[in-house]
């Protein structure tokens, strides 16, 4: 049995959860997402409580078991939490401006890069620190896809450190080149 498949998912108060043969549809305050899930697996509802289960052994199945739980909670918190990723901009010069939809980045290039974030997500400036970029949105493989791609223009170098990471990720550092000495 799946670890994460057999796990329950509790239906939080103000969250409303529609299943319409394969088609799962989960409306909250934050707004809507929906799900069509494969044939092997099966949903069911009952009260405030979700169970996925599946029909057979096959490895194939299996793994549908898991990530159809995992995808129906993510589902379940975004609507009703939201998801957020936090990009840290570390280097001289480096910054970044965000007018609507899109994200203007100078990272040290000849140019700036121009970013459109998808529908979906939101992009905004930290009010706090100016060199924190705010990702956030109701569909948790939409905000995680908009901040790699973001990272993915700059990421961080392990000797100065300098790009764009992750809020609180590690980086590595490596030890430069010395000068070899005279004899």
Do not use: C, W
Not at 97 to 115: A, C, E, M, R, W
């Amino acid at each position: 049995m799946s670890r994460i498949g057999k796990q329950i998912i509790e239906i939080p108060s103000g969250v409303e959860v529609t299943l319409e043969g394969r088609n799962i549809k989960v409306k909250g305050s934050k707004g809507e997402l929906s799900y069509e899930h494969e044939a092997p697996v099966s949903v069911i509802i009952e009260g405030n409580e979700i169970t996925v289960k599946r029909e057979d052994d096959m490895p194939h199945t299996r793994s549908l078991h898991g990530l159809t739980r995992a995808l129906i909670q993510n589902m379940v918190t975004g609507v009703s939490e939201g998801f957020t990723k936090r990009l840290e901009i570390i280097g001289v010069g480096y910054r970044a401006q965000v007018s609507g939809q899109k994200v203007t980045l100078n990272l040290g290039f000849s140019h700036p890069i121009d970013y459109m974030v998808p529908e979906g997500v939101k992009a905004e400036m930290d009010q706090e620190n100016k060199n924190i970029i705010v990702i956030s949105g109701i569909d948790k493989q939409k905000v995680g896809q908009a901040a790699a791609k973001i990272r993915g223009y700059r990421p961080p170098e392990p000797y100065k450190g300098k790009g764009i990471r992750y809020e609180g990720e590690y980086v590595p550092r490596k030890v430069g080149k010395t000068a070899a000495k005279g004899e």
